[in-house]
């Protein structure tokens, strides 16, 4: 999948080569395209948000006639798209700015859209995850609500826990590295990260009846969350803490961070 900045990722994973020696190229046309701040335009904030949204409108136009399914970072992003924050989801729609909400088949036939959410820094997921038993402990999966139906839009991806951390006793997880202690673990590992995955588009059968597609099967939304949380699971490498795509957007952040020039 293509990592896009501002945790939006789509296409294909061969193209993050293109994407990092491009990067300070496109991040100069962004920053130009803003533009000076005008007072009469709105504040700098108000900018940003048109700008980001305009990114994001350009991307579907890109890949709408492509089988996509695009990754949003909803933390990251709601507050500068804010049709995409929790109270104004609806779901199989998308809105930008002050343009009516319109099907998510206007802007790709075969658009998926699902919105990760992570700690944030903010305790909003949780840290772990466990079923049943008398000790807490991590479970890996792809979970839903326990009475949730057919239609459920709303997931749960975990993962293990690193290797390292099965080889440490439970007693001695808890302490730092030392070497006045040669008993202490002698590596840091981390706790895995719950992601709330939330298919917010796809192909229903509303949409395949509009469409008049009568060769599509209808998706199921949990097959797309299960895509999103398959993808924390690539080739040899431990379990990511995000899906593939936004793994290597956000260390595309290592190879440039765009500043803006002010002038004195």
């Excluded at 840091?188 to 469409?211: I, M, Y």
């Amino acid at each position: 999948m293509r990592p896009r900045r501002n945790g939006v990722g789509a296409g294909e994973v061969e193209e993050q080569p293109r994407l990092l020696l491009t990067l300070a190229r496109e991040s100069e046309l962004d920053d130009a395209a803003l533009g000076p701040v005008l007072e009469d335009e709105g504040t700098i904030n108000e900018q940003l948000e048109r700008a980001i949204q305009q990114r994001v409108r350009s991307l579907l136009y890109e890949i709408r006639d492509r089988p996509t399914l695009l990754l949003v970072n909803s933390g990251n992003l709601r507050k500068a798209w804010p049709s995409i924050s929790n109270g104004n989801l609806v779901e199989n729609t998308l809105q930008f700015g002050e343009d009516r909400r319109q099907r998510i088949g206007v802007y790709g036939t075969d658009l998926r859209l699902i919105l990760v959410r992570d700690r944030n820094s903010r305790e909003e997921t949780a840290q772990w995850y466990a079923l049943g038993g008398t000790e807490p402990g991590f479970a890996s999966g792809l979970w839903k609500a326990k009475n949730s139906g057919p239609d459920n839009r709303v997931f749960i991806s975990t993962t293990d826990v690193p290797p390292i951390l099965r080889t440490l006793k439970r007693g001695m997880r808890k302490l730092v590295p030392d070497p006045r202690w040669p008993t202490a673990p002698g590596k840091t590992a981390w706790n895995p990260q719950a992601l709330e995955l939330t298919v917010l588009g796809c192909v229903t059968a509303d949409a395949l009846s509009d469409g008049q597609r009568d060769d599509v099967v209808p998706d199921n939304p949990a097959t797309w969350a299960a895509v999103a949380h398959q993808s924390r699971f690539h080739d040899d490498h431990q379990p990511l803490s995000h899906p593939l795509a936004q793994h290597l957007a956000i260390h595309a952040e290592e190879y440039l961070l765009p500043v803006r020039e002010t002038s004195d």
